[in-house]
């Protein structure tokens, strides 16, 4: 869903910080943003190329869906997406540093490779995980239980999840809480209508839903 918005991202959080700081006087930046643009410029690309290796038709369907039926969500969110790096990096062009501990950018960081770690994990696991909500039917879709798909009914919105509460943290930006709130609200209302399409529509997979009782966050949602 994101591998064309993370490159934007990257480059909005360069421009509104590197401007601001500019206008002041200043050209250094503090490792912690080097550190998250590198990570959100490499990483992304490396999952999608060993997509494109060991999961091709699963590359074509997420970079081109046929079609969606929650369109909606997946264009706001990477918009917002968009909104999250464009806060952080004017808050960081605004201020001469993080007010936050290194501590918490290292757990924004763990956060993050985690949600990385969790989402390449689930698009190797599940031929059928599609950036849209839909019945792949002419793919021959069916229900995947192993891998990730043993633990959560939904890893890969796990992943989302991991990601986003990482971002501010790492970048040590206040600001960009309001838009990752925004972008948690919209995943789990996109979650719960997916679930219930496929359990109206893809054979097994209520019985899979009864085995697998979580659908994104264990003992949670």
């Not at 990570?39 to 970079?63: A, C, D, K, N, S």
């Not at 046929?66 to 790096?85: G, Q």
């Not at 501990?101 to 763990?110: Q, R, S, T, Y």
């Amino acid at each position: 869903m994101f591998l064309r918005t993370f490159p934007l991202g990257v480059i909005a959080l360069a421009c509104l910080a590197l401007g601001s700081r500019i206008a002041r006087g200043e050209v250094t930046l503090p490792w912690y943003f080097l550190s998250y643009a590198a990570m959100l410029w490499l990483v992304p690309g490396g999952i999608y190329t060993l997509l494109g290796r060991f999961q091709p038709g699963l590359l074509r369907e997420r970079l081109k869906p046929p079609s969606d039926r929650d369109r909606t969500t997946r264009l706001a969110s990477m918009a917002l997406v968009l909104v999250v790096l464009g806060l952080a990096g004017y808050e960081l062009g605004s201020t001469h540093h993080s007010s936050s501990p290194v501590g918490v950018h290292g757990l924004g960081f763990l956060l993050c490779h985690a949600g990385f770690a969790l989402t390449g994990w689930t698009l190797l696991s599940n031929p059928y995980a599609s950036s849209a909500v839909r019945i792949q039917s002419e793919r021959q879709q069916h229900v995947v239980s192993t891998g990730p798909y043993a633990l959560v009914r939904h890893p890969m919105y796990l992943g989302v999840l991991a990601f986003a509460c990482g971002t501010p943290l790492a970048l040590g930006s206040a600001w960009a809480w309001l838009p990752t709130l925004v972008v948690i609200v919209l995943f789990a209302r996109r979650t719960a209508a997916e679930d219930a399409m496929l359990k109206a529509e893809l054979p097994g997979y209520q019985t899979y839903a009864s085995r697998v009782r979580w659908k994104v966050v264990p003992l949670l949602f």
